[in-house]
């Protein structure tokens, strides 16, 4: 996968997922959470485009446990500011319910979604 092609197709994802949370903020119950969805989308777009060059570099290495390394390490790393995240803002906003855990992790899947696809394109490249 190219970096032009990956990085068009992560735009494209990104406005696409922007769209759908528009539609979902119209619904009253999910209109309070708008900026935390705005955040969510913004914060797993800059995720997903902070772990590709590394994780291409990664996939061209000779070390061959370079890429899986990085991969878990990422994981992990998502996975607990994604936690942080939730956390956070339910304690500094304590909103009245967990709807806004919705649109947030619909974001989530849909960005991981992407990772996963994008991370075994790469994880196929063979070593120079």
Known sequence: MSNRRFFSQL????????????FIHIFQPFEPYRML???GLLFFAALTASIYLPAAKAALSKDKNAFTRLVMLFTF????????L???????????DNL????????YIVFTSFET??????GKVKAR
């Not at 735009?11 to 528009?22: A, E, F, P």
């Not at 790393?77 to 942080?84: E, I, N, P, Q, W």
């Not at 696809?117 to 790469?122: D, T």
């Open 11 to 22: 735009l494209m994802l990104t406005l696409l997922t922007g769209v759908v949370l528009v």
């Open 37 to 39: 969805s705005l955040v």
């Open 77 to 84: 790393v998502k996975m607990f500011l994604t936690g942080a």
């Open 86 to 96: 939730v956390i956070g803002y339910h304690r500094i906003f304590q909103p009245a």
């Open 100 to 107: 806004f855990l919705i649109p947030f992790f619909l974001t």
């Open 117 to 122: 696809i994008f991370m075994s394109k790469l």
